[in-house]
């Protein structure tokens, strides 16, 4: 017998911001997998059961959510944001690839969500209005000499940046060394916008120029955008100024 | 007196994708501007108004609702996707900056939306699971050396991309040539999602080579994902195989 398993992505944290599918989907689950804060965010029912984990346990948590579900469980893997954007989607694909044939049997449902960068930029303007790139700068997954060479290439490009994982206790120096790195080939007067908690009670939206911005403004629940030398700040007296990206580029016949 | 303005994302067009904080905006809203088929997904009450135009009126549209709003209006701009990517949110913060000062005093809300390479990539795998771009392809607002030197500087750092407005009948060359493009610095191998109207009834998600991505697989309505070298395709028997790009980087400790 086989079960099913939802990937569910639980957006920025506002219950405004959960979709209707991903309510739906979390209705019909009966046990609950993810890092504690997340599963926290939903209202379970007494009959349904939650499994919370720690936050560097993706791997694992997703085994053993595929194991409950290869029994016949109806499970949920919840995620905050997008599941997709370096979150469990990515975790759950690579336990069924090295698991048993099995768990490639289970109906696996993968269920979207408004990831923190669109959160951040939307209360704030329009800084991803051209393209872009989203970098996670945690170098437990990959080498910072790789991080150090995706962020040159980006804004040699004249791509606007958003980071994920700009910073924890075990990583404390990887954001200012990122500053550091961009300083060298971006303007001094590029806006850097620390977007903590978008849409949350505790949010907190601050724009720096690259030359003033502080890794110590940035927590784990902060997603950083730095833009590109084409991004603009609007003043707007009273209210807050708007920080965007135009659509053209320079060199465009508009 | 001063109006409202909602800037708001619809998601990719399937109900269940729409936020709760999506729906209430446009319940408050009077006046509805936007392209026509993203305005007619919502079920306007007699009491608010359509103002449908082109698709590529893009700042024409955003100067018109702005004026509304600043008579005092309750106004919607509506957008498919979220509204900050490739969409009106940037057109808007174009508007107000060129416009005259009342402009800046409307109180401006913008609501975020599932944009369409998370649709995508949902209904696939996790092929945004690792550091991604998202490039527009069209190159009336940029010249085309530069969307070639973007994919180029993405691809060669690893980067996956995610294309937006990949094909048009006024640009169809386009995609075709990012394909060449990409061919000379990717592996044949690598996994191309051509993904149509992802979430709707109309939805077809396709994987190809890059070595055999035919761009006609195309049309507006899709999104398009390239992999980057490390992207993989699970095969599943009777389930639809899935493509994911795994966390961690060649390079990495685990």
């Not at 079960?3 to 209705?27: C, E, H």
């Not at 560097?56 to 109806?74: I, N, P, V, Y």
Request: proline letters at 7%.
């Amino acid at each position: 017998m086989t079960g099913k398993i939802f990937v569910i992505g639980l957006g920025p944290g506002n219950a405004d911001q959960i979709t209707p599918q991903a309510s739906r989907a979390a209705a019909e689950a009966e046990f609950f997998f993810g890092y504690g804060p997340y599963v926290d965010r939903l209202d379970l029912r007494p009959d349904q059961t939650r499994i919370a984990s720690d936050n560097r346990e993706e791997l694992s948590r997703a085994m053993a959510a595929l194991e409950k579900a290869a029994e016949g469980a109806k499970v949920a893997v919840v995620s905050g944001g997008d599941p997709g954007v370096f979150a469990m989607a990515a975790a759950v694909c690579e336990a069924i690839e090295a698991g048993p044939k099995e768990w490639r049997a289970v109906d696996l449902t993968i269920v979207p969500g408004v990831t923190a960068m669109l959160a951040v930029a939307a209360r704030i303007g329009a800084p991803l209005g051209h393209d872009f790139c989203a970098i996670s700068l945690s170098d437990n997954l990959k080498p910072w000499d790789l991080i150090e060479k995706r962020l040159l290439a980006a804004a040699g490009a004249g791509f606007v940046i958003a980071l994920y994982n700009p910073i924890s206790k075990a990583r404390p120096w990887q954001l200012g060394r990122a500053f550091e790195t961009l300083r060298g080939i971006l303007p001094a007067t590029t806006p850097v916008i620390f977007g903590h908690a978008a849409g949350r009670p505790d949010e907190r939206i601050e724009v720096f120029p690259l030359s003033k911005a502080d890794p110590e403004k940035a927590d784990m629940a902060t997603c950083v955008i730095i833009g590109s030398p084409e991004t603009k700040i609007i003043e707007r007296g009273e209210r807050p100024a708007l920080v965007y990206t135009p659509r053209f580029s320079a060199g465009s016949s508009q």
